[in-house]
Each structure stands twice: as structure tokens, then as C-alpha cells.
């Protein structure tokens, strides 16, 4: 068995683990699990009752790994999430008091429900995968993983990400509201014993992915071929998003990094060894579309992110 069939065999578990809890949303899934077999942070956004939190508590599940969950809300302050060092009084030392950051896979759910100083301390651990407390630093794991969960409408009393912040998320996954069929199964499921939360409380999902698995996966990944012809491609579209008209702000090259490797990624779990344009433009939006600032008069039109990520790709030569 070739490393990519390892992949997509790995992908296929966690689908049919994720699947026992969540209804529908396979897109979301797969994105899902493109930021975790990258070894990167993702930002969950949809309205209320999506099942984001849902989500991300069932991956949770899947890999298996150290788990926690902070829940963010306007009097959070930052050393709630790193720690602090606390004087011992019996012992007449300080000692550290770690706090719910030192885990592998972190749930920051309502990120913009705290104040900008609060967020910046998770986001600045999210990009050196370390913290620093009280002049100590301290490494986080190596696997360290943040999906934060955000409601796309800003309601009074919450803090919009900072822009420049939003950088370090690789992708946005966008939830939305589920089909009628896909609502009336949940609609059923929750008339039986079997709804999707009393599914995962009943310990329904199994743990398939190991941390061996996912640092073989991503030295998997870096043998996925990527054409020159597509590798400019890459560039282009995301130098075409700081041409475009619609936009202020375009995407910065961290963009480009990240769609190269959520394309290498794309096609891992598809059971290929090589990129397509495909993979490139299934991607763009979600890896380059919370990276951008419109101009505010288009914005006013009501004209949205993805309709401008839609032009810039039609903007771009696809190679052949
Ligand atoms: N696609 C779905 N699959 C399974 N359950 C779903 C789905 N969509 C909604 N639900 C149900 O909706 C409930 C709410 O989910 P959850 O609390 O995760 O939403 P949320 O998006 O985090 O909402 P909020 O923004 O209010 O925190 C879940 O417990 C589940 O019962
Ligand atoms: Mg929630």
C-alpha cells in the first residue's frame, strides 16, 4: 500500500467516525481534516446551532489525543488561558499553574465573544506553538491544534478577530445551515435515543487517528508532487487577490504556503500523488477568503467573499 492510499484510508475512518455524530456537512469534514493532517489551526464560523462546537468536540474524539476547551467570554483574561505562577506559601516558592493552553488539540469556542488582548495571547501561542508566562517560556506540544469557533455576524458585546490575526488561521470553515433532508434526519434522531449529542456522550466515536499517523501523514504530504505550472498558479491567484479591485487588503504569502500545503492535502485524500487545478480551486476560498478585507463601498453593496474569490479564480489562467 502507497502512503497516499494510507491516507485515504485513515481520511475514510475518521469520515465514518465524524459521520456517526455530525449529519451531512461532508465538505466541512473534509476541510476539517485537511487542517489536522497539516498540522494547522482552523477557524469554524457559522450561526447558531450549526453544531460547530459539536464538530469539533467529535474530532476531538477522533484523534484521540489531550483535549481541552475554553470557552471565551468578555471577562476572560489572557493568563486563563496560558496560567500563572502562584506563590506557595508552605513551600515559599513560586510554581506554575499551567493553564488549559498546554494541551494538543484545543477547542477556543466563541473566540470573539473576549477582548482583543485575550485573543491575542491564544493567537501569538497558535503561531510559536510556545508561551510565555511570567518571563518564562514554555513549549507547547508539537502537534499543538486550535479550531476556534466564531459567529459570523458580530453581535453587540463581541470582538471582531484583528485582521492581521486572522493570518494564522490556515483555513476558514464555513458551516452552514443543513438541508431540509439533512434537518428532518436530525429532526428524527432527536425524537429517538440516538440524537447526535447522546450519541458522542454514549462514547459512539472511536479514536482511528494516532499522532504516529498524523506526522506520517504529513511527511507523506511533502512527497506530493505540485507541477512548476501549478505552483504559479498558486502564486498567481493569490497575487491576483491583491490586484483585484473589490479588495483593500489582499492575501500575504503565508496564503500561498498554506493553499500549497491544503492542495497537497486535497490530493492525499484523494488517493493521488500529485496536485490538479482542482485541488487548488476547491481550496481557495476557504484557505484565502477570511484573509482578505473588502473595500468597504462593495461591502456596503452587499457584495461577498466568496463572489470575490469566484472572480480572482476566473482571473487566473488555469494551467493545463
Ligand atoms: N449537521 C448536524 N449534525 C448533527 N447535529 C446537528 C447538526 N446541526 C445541528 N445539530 C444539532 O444542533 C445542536 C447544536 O450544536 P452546537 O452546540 O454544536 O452548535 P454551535 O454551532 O456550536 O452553536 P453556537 O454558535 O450557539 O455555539 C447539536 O447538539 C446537535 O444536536
Ligand atoms: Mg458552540
Known amino acids: 500500500m502507497t502512503s497516499t492510499d494510507s491516507i485515504k484510508d485513515l481520511l475514510q475512518r475518521a469520515r465514518a467516525e465524524v459521520r456517526k455524530v455530525i449529519i451531512g456537512q461532508e465538505a466541512v469534514i473534509d476541510q476539517a481534516l485537511i487542517a489536522i493532517f497539516t498540522g494547522s489551526h482552523a477557524l469554524v464560523e457559522g450561526v447558531p446551532g450549526v453544531a460547530k462546537t459539536l464538530l469539533v468536540r467529535t474530532l476531538s474524539r477522533v484523534l484521540g489525543c489531550e483535549y481541552n476547551r475554553i470557552q471565551f467570554t468578555p471577562d476572560l483574561m489572557p493568563a486563563d488561558i496560558t496560567g ?13 499553574v499551567r493553564g488549559p493552553i498546554f494541551t494538543t488539540f484545543l477547542l477556543a469556542d466563541e473566540i470573539n465573544r473576549a477582548p482583543a488582548k ?7 501561542a497558535m503561531q510559536e506553538r510556545r508561551v510565555t508566562i511570567d518571563r518564562d517560556t514554555h513549549p507547547l506540544n508539537s502537534n499543538f491544534t486550535v479550531f476556534a469557533t466564531q459567529n459570523p455576524v458580530e453581535y453587540e ?15 476558514k470553515i464555513a458551516m452552514s445551515v443543513p438541508g431540509r433532508d439533512e434537518e428532518l434526519e436530525l429532526a428524527q434522531r432527536m425524537l429517538g435515543t440516538d440524537s447526535p449529542e447522546a450519541a458522542l456522550a454514549a462514547g459512539a466515536v472511536q479514536q482511528v487517528i494516532s499522532e504516529a499517523d498524523l506526522t506520517g501523514a504529513r511527511t507523506t504530504l ?20 491583491r490586484a483585484s479591485d473589490f479588495v483593500l487588503v489582499g492575501a500575504g504569502p503565508r496564503a500561498t504556503q498554506a493553499l500549497l500545503l491544503a492542495s497537497r492535502a486535497s490530493a492525499a485524500i484523494a488517493g493521488r500523488d500529485f496536485v490538479t487545478p482542482d485541488d487548488v480551486k476547491s481550496l481557495t476560498a476557504p484557505v ?33
Open 222 to 241: 511533502e512527497a506530493i508532487t505540485v507541477r512548476g505550472e501549478l505552483v504559479a498558479y498558486i502564486v498567481d491567484v493569490v497575487r491576483a487577490t
Open 118 to 124: 485575550t485573543q491575542s495571547a491564544l493567537l501569538q
Open 157 to 171: 458585546g463581541t470582538y471582531p478577530l484583528p485582521e492581521a490575526q486572522k493570518d494564522r488561521f490556515m483555513l
Open 84 to 96: 500563572t505562577t502562584i506563590y506557595d506559601m508552605q513551600r515559599g516558592e513560586f510554581t506554575l
Open 288 to 320: 484565502i477568503g477570511h484573509r482578505l478585507v473588502l473595500r468597504p463601498e462593495y461591502e456596503l453593496e452587499g457584495v461577498t467573499i466568496e463572489e470575490v474569490v469566484t472572480k480572482v479564480l476566473e482571473q487566473v489562467a488555469v494551467p493545463r
